[in-house]
């Protein structure tokens, strides 16, 4: 009877620290889709901000 004890032990430690490592894993996608999206946000807002004030001068001299 020790030896199925120590076997249903062992099985909990075993799933415990599995379902820690799905919500580990979940937390760290959650974390980069995030940090994705504000990644997106920062760089649309910038190239959308230096189209609005400035006009670009194209000038027709090539080289020096």
């Given at each position: 009877?020790?030896?199925?004890?120590?076997?249903?032990?062992?099985?909990?430690?075993?799933?415990?620290?599995?379902?820690?490592?799905?919500?580990?894993?979940?937390?760290?996608?959650?974390?980069?889709?995030?940090i994705g999206i504000n990644?997106i946000k920062i760089n649309?807002?910038?190239?959308?901000?230096?189209?609005?004030g400035k006009k670009e001068?194209?000038?027709?001299?090539?080289?020096?």
């Amino acid at each position: 009877m020790i030896k199925l004890a120590e076997i249903d032990l062992g099985s909990a430690l075993l799933s415990t620290f599995i379902l820690i490592g799905f919500i580990a894993t979940a937390f760290v996608f959650v974390r980069l889709t995030i940090i994705g999206i504000n990644y997106i946000k920062i760089n649309y807002s910038k190239e959308e901000g230096e189209g609005k004030g400035k006009k670009e001068i194209k000038s027709e001299s090539k080289g020096f």
